[in-house]
């Protein structure tokens, strides 16, 4: 028999006797590895679609539950309404409402019984995104792929907007929890999230300079700096969320302490992402201003330790959500899918 010329080469036909010749063998492996290769992404799409699903559900649950809601307001001036209206359903990803319900179901609770905790986590984070956006603070004009509160309404509004949102998230919790000391525990974890020690706090380091000339830090004092930032001004009520849909949820002690541990990692990890997305995305991928935070000179992970190292840091905080969450046991696997999502989001 004459050899087979492969790829240039002559075939061994040796082996063949008793067996697979080389060729037959190759290809079997080709095909192996190839068949791999489509298993695991077919899973990982899967994975992605299921998620997302849930989050569309989560999110079209939240925004009927607020529409309804802002409804029952009727001496509300119109056009205040209307200015809530266009930043509280305007088209975010409501990841806090879906951390809530997702921890109410982790400890055993209802996605259900999470919504007025839902609601109020996404009347806060529009509160802090409206007045986030004034010329005051990071004077943006695009947010969520539309000009911003104070663009269209006026500054005034915008403000008064905002403060409303703030104030209407208390309200509702107090009202549509039922349980008297379980809706004054969730109106403190709100408070202290929102308050000086939480996300205003933050804001303010973040945003509001103290005049006297920057004195110089170590490496290490700038990151811890960073880190309080951001755990402040983003991990705070990511962190309220985790615990305040535990809390619904039935969660023992235990459980509430590892929810916190559980925000503070999905907290630090969102706010190193939004960082990179700032140096990495595009406005029309954001539906925000891309590059905004290098044109106000703000202290962030890329800014202070270059894109690689952030996303080794942000491999860090997914990791410890990771392990958390494998803690909390099987109830808690959409919290699992979500922290993959939010580690590879694009906007
Ligand atoms: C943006 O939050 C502000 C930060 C705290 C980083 P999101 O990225 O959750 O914004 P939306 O709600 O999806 O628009
Ligand atoms: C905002 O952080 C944090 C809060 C709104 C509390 P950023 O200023 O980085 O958020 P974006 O990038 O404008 O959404
Ligand atoms: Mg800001
Ligand atoms: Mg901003
Ligand atoms: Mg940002």
Known sequence: MMPAAWGGHVMPHA????????????????????????FVSARTTLTVTSIEKLLQQ??????????????????????????????????GKRIRPA?????????????????????????IHCFSLVHDDLPAMDDDDLRRGRPTNHKVFGEG???LAGDAMNTLAFELLVREVRKPQLAARLVEELAVATGPCGMIGGQVLDTCHPTEKPVRTTAQAGLKKLQTIHRMKTGALIT??????????GASQRQLALMWELGQAIGLAFQIVDDLLDVTASASQLGKRAGKDASLGKLTYPSLLGVDKTRRHLAQQQSIAESIVAELGTKADSLRDLVHFLAARGH
């Not at 063949?16 to 489509?38: D, E, Q």
């Not at 109410?104 to 109020?120: K, M």
């Open 58 to 91: 989560y999110a079209n649950d939240t925004d009927a539950y607020l529409d309804r809601w802002l409804q029952s307001l009727s001496s509300m001036p119109p056009q205040l309404g209307k200015a809530i209206r266009y930043s509280l359903l305007g088209p």
């Open 99 to 123: 951390l809530a319900m997702m921890s109410s179901r982790a400890v055993g609770g209802t996605a259900r019984a999470a919504l007025p905790v839902a609601a109020a986590l996404e009347l």
């Open 240 to 249: 309220a969320a985790c615990r305040m849909g535990a809390m619904v949820g």
């Open 157 to 159: 509004l915008a403000i």
């Open 15 to 38: 082996v063949t006797r008793g067996g697979l010749s080389f060729r037959t063998a190759w290809v079997i492996i080709c095909l192996v590895v190839y068949l791999g290769k489509l």
